[in-house]
């Protein structure tokens, strides 16, 4: 699914018009293409216009809203040079749906907030 979506996800099968659409605006929004670049217009109302086909103004807002903050977590993370976890950290998630909020404090103090 990873390399559907770096690939042409525009042309790919795995993918509805409607999750294209909602791709497409991500896009719009991490590569600031709404801003256009020399010789290029910009291009979020076209873009904007395909989600408007399948999408409620919420949900447009929501789209916008999660890709938004991911592309804040993903400066922030950069910034402060935040490795990803490794696997076996990640594994200790998919154990449950639910996450209890003394293991979440120690898990943060101990990784990123250098509390001990």
Known sequence: MIAAVSGDY??????????????????VMTE???????GKSPEHRAALEQLKKY????QIVEIAFTSGFFNFWNRFTDSF????EDNPVMALFEK???INPDDYVAYMRDCWWNLK
């Open 10 to 27: 525009q042309n790919s099968e795995h993918f509805s018009a409607s999750e294209k659409a909602a791709m497409k605006w991500a896009e």
């Open 32 to 38: 600031k293409q709404y801003q256009g670049s020399p």
């Open 55 to 58: 999408y409620n103004n919420e």
């Open 81 to 84: 040079e935040i490795d990803i």
């Open 96 to 98: 449950s749906t639910t």
